[in-house]
């Protein structure tokens, strides 16, 4: 187990610097995360989402706005919060198992602690591909050892920036199922950004859904049913049609 | 390299038909053998020294091919196999070599020579030769490594740092393209000895290219192989190191091999300019006696030098970038 992070985030404006102006991309959002809580943000693609999640890592700061970790202001990246990408971004001159000890090897507990590693690549069942380079894994297995590098530093908070967007659909429901027990039995605060409207339910407390760039917070829906969730409880299917709704894309629903 | 491999998947079909004879070994034996016979048989038009060994050491390359050809067997004389075309060349060309020198004299003299002649000089001046092959290197190496060096740090400083990148590219961009031979008069009149100079010359000459590629290779490193590590902890200083530097490593062992293409080339001119030893100098000596076999053989030895080290080169690429190959290793 590990010590979950709450999240309070109060009118984050953020913009891009382009060449002739600024392109806004968040707009006065708030946030609140219950420690060991997980929460969806959902919206269309390139709407911001990212950009919100790279805040809240510290890989840049807001124009406007606080993040706080903790009642603590957030000024940097820390190891306590991880960020997954879309890619793997593995680096490819590593074996899986330096790959997982990235972290460990940068902030210089690869000494002391090294026995973490191989828990994380058997948690997320790579333990026997641990010795393969990149290039030999599949798409899923390379994301899984993506979140073996991100589970080593034992993060209060998980920040997954569509973690399964780019996987195979059959993969992308496996993965699904194993993160949110990996979840539930870790304990840690998910803070998950995705643009598909069952996978923020199946996998989140709450989903907060965002207009189109720049964005805003347009709902918030409490998603009340217990995990592990199935994609067919009817609960679910309304609420998804809600959300459709809200996206403006009623046809769909 | 590409033999290797092929020879390598040669054993596997070797077991199926474990007794076939070589035909293209055959051959080449045969040939190798008609050339022993020309060179011993034929009269020389003049007294060479060494017809009867050139011979002898044909006749023995033709008996052993013939003997592996008849053997047909896995094992050593497999990986022979795809060099039969080139052996059966070489006689060819050896033979012909002898018709237009040694035995029928059709090209002026000074300037052609005989193969026996060639071989006269590798009998009877090898340790001279072998000398100059140890000043050559002992002049390459401590100049390679210390422009390698420098370039790469340069290359690392101007890839990592806007700072560095914006007062070191005018200034290499203005003396980079520059040959490094250029500088020749200048380095000569500035160092007090011709050694010291030549070293700095061959340094420059690898310096540029390591520094550009390495540069090029930092600079081109996907951010987001930044941010994982910096949402981890990585200190600058571990980015540099543990991101960076591995990620560029491909780019940089290209500058490596062009920095050693312009290494050589200085070296021979400083050799032949100014430092008085080494393969260059050997060269240029004999040339001026007239000895134009001398500079032959001492140009075929400088070119097994300089395959050799870029060979030695590829090498250490192969072992330090084995995650980037499709073969798959455990």
């Given at each position: 187990?590990?010590?979950?992070?709450?999240?309070?985030?109060?009118?984050?404006?953020?913009?891009?610097?382009?060449?002739?102006?600024?392109?806004?991309?968040?707009?006065?959002?708030?946030?609140?995360?219950?420690?060991?809580?997980?929460?969806?943000?959902?919206?269309?693609?390139?709407?911001?989402?990212?950009?919100?999640?790279?805040?809240?890592?510290?890989?840049?700061?807001?124009?406007?706005?606080?993040?706080?970790?903790?009642?603590?202001?957030?000024?940097?990246?820390?190891?306590?919060?991880?960020?997954?990408?879309?890619?793997?971004?593995?680096?490819?001159?590593?074996?899986?198992?330096?790959?997982?000890?990235?972290?460990?090897?940068?902030?210089?507990?690869?000494?002391?602690?090294?026995?973490?590693?191989?828990?994380?690549?058997?948690?997320?069942?790579?333990?026997?591909?641990?010795?393969?380079?990149?290039?030999?894994?599949?798409?899923?297995?390379?994301?899984?050892?993506?979140?073996?590098?991100?589970?080593?530093?034992?993060?209060?908070?998980?920040?997954?920036?569509?973690?399964?967007?780019?996987?195979?659909?059959?993969?992308?429901?496996?993965?699904?199922?194993?993160?949110?027990?990996?979840?539930?039995?870790?304990?840690?605060?998910?803070?998950?950004?995705?643009?598909?409207?069952?996978?923020?339910?199946?996998?989140?407390?709450?989903?907060?859904?965002?207009?189109?760039?720049?964005?805003?917070?347009?709902?918030?829906?409490?998603?009340?049913?217990?995990?592990?969730?199935?994609?067919?409880?009817?609960?679910?299917?309304?609420?998804?049609?809600?959300?459709?709704?809200?996206?403006?894309?009623?046809?769909?629903? | 390299?590409?033999?290797?491999?092929?020879a390598?998947?040669l054993p596997a079909a070797q077991d199926i038909r474990p007794w076939r004879v070589w035909a293209g070994g055959g051959a080449a034996g045969l040939?190798?053998?008609?050339?022993?016979?020309?060179?011993?048989?034929?009269?020389?038009?003049?007294?060479?020294?060494?017809?009867?060994?050139?011979?002898?050491?044909?006749?023995?390359?033709?008996?052993l091919l013939v003997a592996a050809a008849m053997a047909g067997a896995p094992g050593p004389v497999a990986r022979l196999r795809p060099a039969g075309?080139?052996l059966?060349?070489?006689?060819?060309?050896?033979?012909?070599?002898?018709?237009?020198?040694?035995?029928?004299?059709?090209?002026?003299?000074?300037?052609?020579?005989?193969?026996?002649?060639?071989?006269?000089?590798?009998?009877?001046?090898?340790?001279?030769?072998?000398?100059?092959?140890?000043?050559?290197?002992?002049?390459?190496?401590?100049?390679?490594?210390?422009?390698?060096?420098?370039?790469?740090?340069?290359?690392?400083?101007?890839?990592?740092?806007?700072?560095?990148?914006?007062?070191?590219?005018?200034?290499?961009?203005?003396?980079?393209?520059?040959?490094?031979?250029?500088?020749?008069?200048?380095?000569?009149?500035?160092?007090?000895?011709?050694?010291?100079?030549?070293?700095?010359?061959?340094?420059?000459?690898?310096?540029?290219?390591?520094?550009?590629?390495?540069?090029?290779?930092?600079?081109?490193?996907?951010?987001?192989?930044?941010?994982?590590?910096?949402?981890?902890?990585?200190?600058?200083?571990?980015?540099?190191?543990?991101?960076?530097?591995?990620?560029?490593?491909?780019?940089?062992?290209?500058?490596?091999?062009?920095?050693?293409?312009?290494?050589?080339?200085?070296?021979?001119?400083?050799?032949?300019?100014?430092?008085?030893?080494?393969?260059?100098?050997?060269?240029?000596?004999?040339?001026?006696?007239?000895?134009?076999?001398?500079?032959?053989?001492?140009?075929?030895?400088?070119?097994?030098?300089?395959?050799?080290?870029?060979?030695?080169?590829?090498?250490?690429?192969?072992?330090?970038?084995?995650?980037?190959?499709?073969?798959?290793?455990?």
């Open positions: 187990m590990v010590n979950p992070i709450g999240l309070r985030l109060r009118g984050i404006h953020h913009a891009f610097a382009l060449k002739e102006q600024d392109l806004p991309v968040l707009e006065d959002v708030d946030l609140d995360v219950r420690p060991g809580g997980s929460v969806a943000l959902l919206g269309p693609s390139g709407c911001g989402k990212s950009t919100l999640l790279r805040l809240v890592a510290g890989l840049e700061p807001p124009r406007r706005g606080t993040l706080e970790a903790d009642g603590a202001p957030i000024t940097g990246p820390d190891p306590s919060r991880v960020l997954m990408f879309q890619d793997p971004t593995l680096y490819p001159w590593r074996s899986v198992r330096a790959n997982a000890a990235l972290g460990l090897e940068a902030r210089g507990l690869i000494r002391t602690e090294g026995g973490r590693v191989d828990d994380a690549l058997r948690l997320v069942g790579l333990h026997e591909f641990a010795e393969a380079y990149p290039h030999q894994l599949s798409g899923g297995m390379a994301q899984r050892a993506a979140l073996a590098r991100a589970l080593v530093n034992r993060p209060g908070l998980l920040l997954l920036d569509e973690p399964l967007g780019k996987l195979d659909s059959l993969t992308r429901l496996k993965m699904q199922e194993e993160l949110v027990a990996l979840w539930q039995r870790e304990g840690f605060t998910t803070l998950l950004v995705t643009h598909d409207v069952e996978e923020a339910l199946l996998m989140a407390e709450r989903v907060l859904v965002f207009s189109p760039r720049p964005a805003r917070v347009v709902s918030e829906i409490a998603v009340d049913r217990p995990f592990p969730r199935h994609r067919d409880d009817p609960h679910l299917v309304a609420l998804r049609r809600e959300v459709l709704e809200t996206l403006g894309l009623r046809e769909a629903a | 390299m590409s033999a290797s491999v092929e390598g998947s040939a190798w053998l008609a050339a022993a016979g020309i060179v011993l048989a034929w009269p020389d038009i003049d007294e060479y020294g060494r017809t009867e060994l050139l011979g002898g050491v044909a006749a023995a390359v033709g008996l075309p080139w059966v060349a070489l006689a060819i060309g050896l033979i012909a070599w002898e018709f237009v020198t040694a035995k029928l004299d059709l090209l002026p003299r000074p300037f052609f020579v005989a193969p026996q002649a060639l071989l006269e000089v590798f009998t009877d001046d090898y340790a001279k030769l072998g000398e100059s092959v140890l000043h050559s290197l002992l002049l390459l190496i401590p100049g390679y490594l210390l422009g390698a060096t420098i370039g790469f740090v340069t290359g690392v400083a101007m890839g990592w740092s806007r700072r560095v990148g914006y007062w070191a590219h005018p200034v290499l961009r203005l003396i980079g393209p520059l040959p490094a031979t250029a500088w020749l008069p200048i380095a000569f009149f500035a160092f007090s000895t011709s050694r010291q100079a030549s070293t700095f010359l061959i340094a420059l000459a690898t310096f540029f290219p390591v520094a550009v590629l390495t540069w090029s290779g930092v600079a081109s490193v996907a951010g987001s192989l930044y941010d994982v590590a910096r949402t981890m902890g990585a200190r600058p200083w571990f980015l540099i190191r543990k991101v960076a530097v591995p990620a560029a490593l491909p780019s940089v062992f290209v500058g490596l091999f062009m920095g050693l293409g312009s290494s050589f080339s200085v070296l021979v001119v400083a050799e032949m300019m100014g430092v008085k030893a080494g393969l260059g100098f050997y060269m240029q000596w004999s040339q001026g006696w007239a000895a134009y076999a001398n500079v032959y053989a001492a140009l075929l030895v400088l070119a097994g030098m300089c395959t050799g080290l870029v060979t030695l080169l590829f090498r250490l690429r192969d072992g330090k970038l084995a995650w980037q190959k499709g073969v798959v290793r455990w």
